[in-house]
């Protein structure tokens, strides 16, 4: 009994479910290093929407890593470089949205720029999972 619960949550699965589970933790992780050194960044004196951006793809790479090893198989093992390209594509597409939503809502809506940012997330958590595993990681 034991050896399946591990098998469950150890090993890769193709179940839609599954995976969307595990990319809900993935990118609680992900996100983590991306309001987190959004924060330090901002309180360093950068401005908001650089920091947005440099945290951004720290967690990004964070994300990538973590569904590489955890959540998506590749279908074609010699693609890594194709794999790579459509990440930084869609990744500085996602970002540009990031950021964008964060300017929207802080400078125009006033809201408080990590408030932004969680909302942002939001909004383009469910974008992103559909971009990994349809178009990233050809699953």
Sequence with gaps: MIKGVKTKIVKKSNNLYRQFFRYIIVGLLGFLVDIGLLYILTEKGIYYLLAASVAFLFGLLVNYLL?????????????????????????????????????????????????????????????????????????
Aim: charged share 15%; aromatic share 20%; proline share 0%.
């Design 67 to 139: 569904c590489l090893v955890w959540i998506f198989d590749r279908k074609n093992k010699s693609s890594m470089v194709t794999e790579f390209t459509y990440l930084i594509i869609f990744g500085l597409l996602i970002m540009a949205l990031n950021v964008g939503l964060m300017w929207v809502l802080t400078d125009i809506f006033k809201l408080y720029y990590l408030s932004s940012k969680m909302i942002a997330t939001v909004i383009l958590f469910t974008l992103n999972f559909y971009v990994r595993k349809y178009i990233i990681f050809n699953d």
